[in-house]
DNA sequence: GTAGGGTTAG
């Protein structure tokens, strides 16, 4: 745990400085955001809650979720008031630390402080469940979150509860929620048949993953890199060459186009099966496109 | 000038 006693090494703090108004777009790492939060503290009288709340989502971003948490609880201490963002954003610190309990503890004083549950407080709680292997807290908590309208469903949510499912060898579930998406207001993205589709892959249901892929067009998705490299991943490791040779065909047929990824995929498949010959033609081709790039 | 999500290889 990051601590906030060690602040005052890090001020950069001069009278023009002081100043001038705070920038962030200067942050490139934890030291940079520690000088500016050593330079907002100095000020009398202290920024508002959203200046600090934007140097937590910094922090966030550059993934220092134990800094930012040390910051939420040093900020709170200066008397800086502590609204639902910057609560949402302790929360989500938590969360990505492996502490999904503290997100949870975090909740009483949310609710006593009167504001209402969103999807910015609940998609980092059902988040950190997932990557707790908490997977039936999860799901009950996504059933309680719907049955009792406790917060407005949005594509986040599903994105995580799919991601969830999907990792946690449950695709007959993430089926269920995208037929569930596609009669409510969320419908179904690219992004969530890849995960699918990648998800039965990696479970060997490789006729299920085909099938959500054949679906794609009729329901209106658009396929992408990514769905043709996923699939092609599955088919290649149970040594399926026929529909992967199908598929390379296709998708430059469809102007989507192999990239290092289909490329590598292909070639460790094939080495592994033996077929070290047909690698090796493989390899000359993607030599071949990147001369011609160069 | 504020918060939350996700896919492929090695």
Known sequence: MFDCRCLSTNLVSNGTMKSRRIEFGDINGVDDALSIYGLMIERKPLPNTRLFNNLLSRLVKLKQYTVAISLFRDISIL?????????????????????????????????????????????????GLFQENRIAEAQNLFRKIVREELCEMNNIIFGVVVDGLCKAGNTAMAIQLLRVMEKGSCRPDTHKYNMIIDGLCKDKLLD?????????????????????????????????WKEVKALWKEMIDCKIYPNVITFTTVIDALCKEGLVDKAHDLLNIMIQKIMFLL
Do not use: W
């Not at 990505?96 to 407080?121: E, P």
């Not at 679906?215 to 490791?237: A, C, Q």
């Open 208 to 240: 299920s993953a085909m099938k959500l892929f054949d679906e794609m067009p009729h329901k209106g998705i658009d396929r992408d890199v990514f769905t043709y490299n996923v699939l092609i991943n599955g088919l290649s490791t149970f040594g399926q």
């Open 79 to 127: 008397g800086v008031s502590i609204d639902n963002y910057a609560m949402n954003i302790a929360i989500n610190c938590y969360c990505n630390s492996h502490r999904v309990d503290f997100g949870f503890s975090m909740l009483a004083a949310f609710f006593k402080r009167g504001y209402m549950l969103d999807a910015a407080t609940v998609s980092p709680l059902l988040k």
